[in-house]
């Protein structure tokens, strides 16, 4: 099973995914400083990854002996719209013994229960797949997103242990390409039949019945059902519902922001204009052009028609 990340010897190693699917290069990360690096570029990316990989952090700040609230501010405000990674640290923060060793203990505990998770997701998703589906996705929900497995993604790979998927259509996921980068990537090494897409095509591969079903990640869920994910996930629930196609979000219950009522609460984070102006540091866009560049879009519960977690299928209207 692919991972992205492991405790190992007094560091926390990280696969970089900035240098996928060209270099597997293992990052060795012995500071909380250097964690929250990793996050905020993105050497690290999905949020259950992103909570465990704070949770490490923390751990090393304790194994340094640095002020653990400073260290928890700061790998707060690495990536702000996931949920898991505040999660993360508020379960740190709120235990009872915080050293070294506790922090850890916790730390390697959140990653094996998050993996747990996510074969649990897969199960409970795979419910949902018909037979000889053709399945979109977009971004990465796999198991370099989490601590294993994937939710999004994983659901898709159980249902293909169980002989139900034709076909992945993965969007590229414009504009850091984490569908062609790494889902490709992952889908390749499993040896699931996939095809890469440029996110627009998703209308046209609805309007001619190509798409039997949807099954994307999320970053934060308000208890109304409303989500937060990659940029263009709205877009895809949109065009869903017009083709009458499913559209399922999946995600682990620390994805769930329970004290939002809905989603106009959430933080949505903006990135830089290079990861638009730019592909490979190639400039592509004239030198001054204006980029609005949000990392995430919130897409309304209504449009969802379920939402899988590893206690089960839930259906609208949705109380969490």
Known sequence: MLKPLFWDDGCLRLLDQRLLPHEEKWLDLTTWQEVRSAITDMAVRGAPAIGICAAYGMALAAKNADDLEPARLGLASARPTAVNLAAALDRIMEATVLDFEGILSIAKSMEREDLDTNLAIGKNGAKLVPDNANVLTIC???????????????????????????????????????????TAWELMKDEIPFCSVVDSAAAALMRSAQVDIVIVGADRIATNGDTANKIGTYMLAILAKHHGVPFIVAAPRTTFDLTAPDGSRFVVEERGDREITHIEEVRLAPEGCPVFNPAFDVTPGELLTYIVDETGVHEPPYAF
């Open 140 to 182: 990465n929900t796999g198991s370099i997103a989490t601590a294993g497995h994937g939710t999004a993604l994983g659901i898709i790979r159980t249902a293909h242990e169980q002989g139900k998927v034709r076909q992945v259509w993965s969007c590229e996921t414009r504009p850091r390409l984490q569908g062609l980068k790494l």
